[in-house]
């Protein structure tokens, strides 16, 4: 059997370890040798929104440490019951902005595209915990109707797919998107928002790359890594593949109590982030989602985080400090 036989008979390896990741809280606890106590809230939480974790990501955990900094993002924890007053179902009003076949356009000149419901891994702070996706038609692989609204809007130069995670889409749903898209004139820019080369860095495969870069748009990958811990060296290994095949690479972080609240972790990030060649882009404070209130740090204290970062790092290793607020014509600066 030659090696294009074999590509064709066999699924990726993304794909296979996607598949793999961790769903039932019980083999989280037991995988990081954490204690048993944690389970019943785990479990509970679990219902809320579900408990998702690719293996890739879980290695990069210390063991026996309940605050892992990694372990954090994804634990779902009884404080997610707690109803905090201003933390809505859908804290940046995308509901509202919702067009026909998934595009958000709230920005002049950018379309956000909702490619997928689905992610690689749940971040239980994530603002789209409880959009719902069953009404975004894009997900079933049909681009009609986003195109037709894309087409129509001649404002519109760059196109960004998001989600859930686009990159949790098959090569082959993907397949037909670039050229469609590129076929519309008066865009200029593909851009794809993941964490997928973040959590699952296999996603950045020879097919991948081909895809992204195989149209005239010029490409920017946008990743969310939000502390150093999760960038190894696989995560570089994905990076430099992008950047090799020319593709802009920039990071987006959530700024997260007990997990990167403090500027020597912010500083830490920056700087392992621009080793490996990815910009920091933007630093978001937390979106006022129900069940994330434990995340949250104060704008004060933001600030004061950010005045640490900016007083130790050059220039363009310190990200814009963002919050998103429903309405606005782009994300808001905060000023400190
Ligand atoms: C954040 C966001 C964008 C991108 O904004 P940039 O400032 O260009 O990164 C575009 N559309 C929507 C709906 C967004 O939420
Ligand atoms: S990967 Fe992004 S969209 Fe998916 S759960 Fe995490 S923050 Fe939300």
Same mark, same amino acid.
């Not at 809320?48 to 372990?71: A, I, K, S, T």
């Given at each position: 059997?030659?090696?294009?036989?074999?590509?064709?008979?066999?699924?990726?390896?993304?794909?296979?370890?996607?598949?793999?990741?961790?769903?039932?809280?019980?083999?989280?606890?037991?995988?990081?040798?954490?204690?048993?106590?944690?389970?019943?809230?785990?479990?509970?939480?679990?219902?809320?929104?579900?408990?998702?974790?690719?293996?890739?990501?879980?290695?990069?955990?210390?063991?026996?440490?309940?605050?892992?900094?990694?372990?954090?993002?994804?634990?779902?924890?009884?404080?997610?019951?707690?109803?905090?007053?201003?933390?809505?179902?859908?804290?940046?009003?995308?509901?509202?902005?919702?067009?026909?076949?998934?595009?958000?356009?709230?920005?002049?000149?950018?379309?956000?595209?909702?490619?997928?419901?689905?992610?690689?891994?749940?971040?239980?702070?994530?603002?789209?915990?409880?959009?719902?996706?069953?009404?975004?038609?894009?997900?079933?692989?049909?681009?009609?109707?986003?195109?037709?609204?894309?087409?129509?809007?001649?404002?519109?130069?760059?196109?960004?797919?998001?989600?859930?995670?686009?990159?949790?889409?098959?090569?082959?749903?993907?397949?037909?998107?670039?050229?469609?898209?590129?076929?519309?004139?008066?865009?200029?820019?593909?851009?794809?928002?993941?964490?997928?080369?973040?959590?699952?860095?296999?996603?950045?495969?020879?097919?991948?790359?081909?895809?992204?870069?195989?149209?005239?748009?010029?490409?920017?990958?946008?990743?969310?890594?939000?502390?150093?811990?999760?960038?190894? #060296?696989?995560? /570089?290994?994905?990076?430099? =593949? %992008?950047?090799?095949? !020319? *593709?802009?690479?920039?990071?987006?972080? +959530? $700024?997260?109590?007990?997990?990167?609240?403090?500027? #020597?972790?912010? /500083?830490?990030?920056?700087? =392992? %982030?621009?080793?490996? !060649? *990815?910009?920091?882009?933007?630093?978001? +404070? $937390?979106?006022?989602?129900?069940?994330?209130?434990?995340?949250?740090?104060?704008?004060?204290?933001?600030?004061?985080?950010?005045? !640490? *970062?900016?007083?130790?790092?050059?220039?363009?290793?310190?990200?814009?400090?963002?919050?998103?607020?429903?309405?606005?014509?782009?994300?808001?600066?905060?000023?400190?």
């Amino acid at each position: 059997m030659n090696d294009s036989a074999a590509e064709t008979t066999t699924s990726p390896v993304w794909q296979r370890m996607l598949a793999e990741a961790v769903r039932d809280p019980t083999a989280l606890l037991d995988a990081l040798d954490l204690d048993r106590e944690l389970l019943p809230a785990a479990q509970s939480a679990a219902q809320l929104f579900p408990l998702r974790v690719p293996w890739p990501y879980l290695n990069r955990m210390r063991r026996q440490d309940p605050h892992d900094p990694l372990l954090r993002q994804i634990l779902p924890l009884g404080a997610e019951h707690h109803d905090a007053p201003g933390y809505e179902a859908d804290p940046v009003g995308d509901g509202d902005a919702l067009q026909s076949g998934g595009v958000i356009h709230k920005y002049h000149g950018r379309a956000l595209l909702v490619a997928t419901g689905a992610c690689a891994i749940n971040c239980r702070y994530c603002f789209r915990r409880h959009f719902p996706y069953t009404e975004v038609n894009a997900s079933t692989g049909d681009w009609s109707q986003a195109l037709a609204y894309l087409a129509n809007a001649s404002s519109i130069t760059e196109v960004i797919l998001s989600g859930g995670d686009p990159l949790a889409l098959t090569d082959r749903r993907l397949a037909a998107l670039a050229p469609a898209l590129a076929r519309l004139s008066h865009l200029r820019r593909l851009r794809v928002h993941s964490r997928l080369p973040i959590v699952l860095p296999q996603r950045i495969d020879k097919a991948l790359i081909d895809w992204l870069t195989g149209t005239r748009l010029r490409p920017i990958m946008v990743v969310h890594a939000n502390h150093p811990a999760e960038l190894d #060296a696989a995560v /570089a290994e994905a990076m430099a =593949r %992008l950047q090799r095949a !020319g *593709v802009v690479t920039l990071n987006q972080a +959530v $700024l997260l109590r007990g997990v990167n609240d403090d500027a #020597a972790t912010q /500083a830490a990030l920056n700087e =392992r %982030l621009f080793d490996i !060649g *990815v910009h920091p882009y933007y630093l978001h +404070v $937390l979106d006022p989602v129900r069940g994330a209130s434990h995340f949250e740090v104060s704008s004060q204290e933001a600030a004061a985080i950010q005045r !640490g *970062v900016s007083a130790t790092l050059p220039g363009y290793m310190v990200p814009r400090l963002v919050r998103e607020v429903a309405g606005e014509p782009a994300k808001r600066w905060l000023h400190w």
